[in-house]
């Protein structure tokens, strides 16, 4: 996950924030500014250098969410910080996480980090820590309905997505020049806020190729509840898929499936391999080892880079500069609407990795550098 941060977020996505359907966490107005702390609220009166920072984060469902927390608890350390790092024991129920949130703000954490375990179910805790006085940071998802969310820190996902359905079609048609490209769908976990993102990134580019009939969705499954991922989980995913290709590809080809996340794309894979079946293209995102590897073999097409190490680096400076009473710098104060507030976010920039630029995109990261020579 790269850190190329969005400097130049608006540029880029101006045009396509508009198109954004109404399951998306996105306002429905255009982003627009990056200026350094325009339209922020929430900035602390600074606090003491030692103070605790509280990161909440969901299970342990991918390589990214047990990173993140490796580099809260020594960054924060490094930092000067006490940190209080907690992992939600369950990817099905948001009881856990709520308990450590309440944990975090009676031993008055300063700054509580939410990723959501479920984002729709936070309030009364973001509500709880905004009360005592801690200013609340949304880290990757989103939390909805409240305005107790002072910042929100992610990769643009709806961009993600965006690059996600284009890969998907720019791999079919390096392997078959014209379709019409039949085509599966999968989203992730409907309790993920994230997910409806990535699918309207992902629809913004496939709708019209589907409108237009150079692109089929062979089950007709387009909608993203019958596309979800219970958990995120793989076995759900593999079993979805195991399913489509006994009712819909008994001798009919698959040219490509949308998986929002390599964890997902790799079960899928099994499951064409299971099949018999010749490999369609298959997205993914996150950057994870497995992933990684089987672009380099030429399995699984492409995967989205989201650097860890450069998100969580900048919300450790957003705690730093509310330790010192500043304002943090956010880029974008128009498009992430929880359904109660524009929260002002900081947002940077994913790059789609495929086997053309897998050597150049993990140059710089000592773990998958080693993985991309063949």
């Given at each position: 996950m790269r850190n190329i941060l969005v400097k130049g977020v608006a540029a880029g996505a101006i045009a396509l924030l508009s198109l954004t359907a109404c399951a998306s966490e996105r306002s429905q107005t255009p982003a627009g500014d990056t200026g350094a702390s325009a339209g922020a609220t929430g900035a602390a009166q600074g606090f003491a250098a030692d103070s605790l920072i509280g990161v909440a984060l969901p299970s342990k469902t991918s390589e990214n969410w047990v990173l993140a927390g490796d580099l809260f608890?020594?960054?924060?350390?490094?930092?000067?910080f006490t940190s209080d790092v907690q992992y939600a024991g369950s990817s099905t129920t948001v009881a856990d996480q709520q308990a450590q949130i309440s944990a975090m703000v009676t031993k008055g954490a300063k700054v509580i980090v939410i990723g959501a375990t479920d984002a729709a179910q936070l309030s009364t805790q973001a509500e709880a820590a905004k009360a005592a006085g801690a200013t609340v940071i949304a880290y990757d998802r989103l939390i909805k309905n409240t305005d107790a969310v002072d910042y929100y820190i992610a990769y643009d996902n709806?961009?993600?997505?965006?690059?996600?359905?284009?890969?998907?079609?720019d791999g079919m048609k390096a392997k078959k020049a014209d379709g019409p490209y039949t085509i599966e769908l999968f989203s992730?976990?409907?309790?993920?806020?994230?997910?409806?993102?990535f699918f309207d990134g992902a629809m913004d580019v496939l709708k019209p190729k589907i409108d237009d009939g150079t692109v089929v969705v062979g089950s007709g499954q387009t909608d993203v509840k019958q596309t979800a991922t219970d958990g995120w989980k793989a076995e759900n995913a593999q079993r979805r898929m195991d399913s489509l290709l006994t009712s819909t590809y008994g001798s009919k080809a698959l040219d490509g499936v949308l998986s929002p996340n390599d964890t997902l794309?790799?079960?899928?894979?099994?499951?064409?391999?299971?099949?018999?079946?010749d490999l369609p293209v298959v997205t993914g995102q996150d950057s994870e080892v497995e992933s990684v590897k089987s672009i380099v073999a030429g399995?699984?097409?492409?995967?989205?880079?989201?650097?860890?190490?450069e998100l969580v680096k900048q919300t450790i400076q957003m705690a730093k500069d509310l330790q010192a009473g500043k304002q943090p710098?956010?880029?974008?104060?128009?498009?992430y609407n929880n359904g109660v507030k524009v929260v002002p976010s900081y947002l940077l920039e994913p790059l789609i990795v495929t086997k053309e630029n897998v050597v150049e995109a993990y140059a710089n990261d000592p773990k998958l550098a080693p993985l991309t020579k063949e």
């Open positions: 608890t020594n960054g924060l350390k490094e930092a000067g709806f961009k993600v997505g965006q690059l996600q359905g284009q890969a998907l079609l992730g976990s409907s309790d993920d806020n994230n997910s409806a993102v794309a790799r079960a899928i894979i099994t499951s064409v391999k299971g099949a018999g079946k399995e699984q097409y492409s995967t989205i880079n989201k650097d860890t190490r710098q956010v880029n974008d104060t128009k498009s």
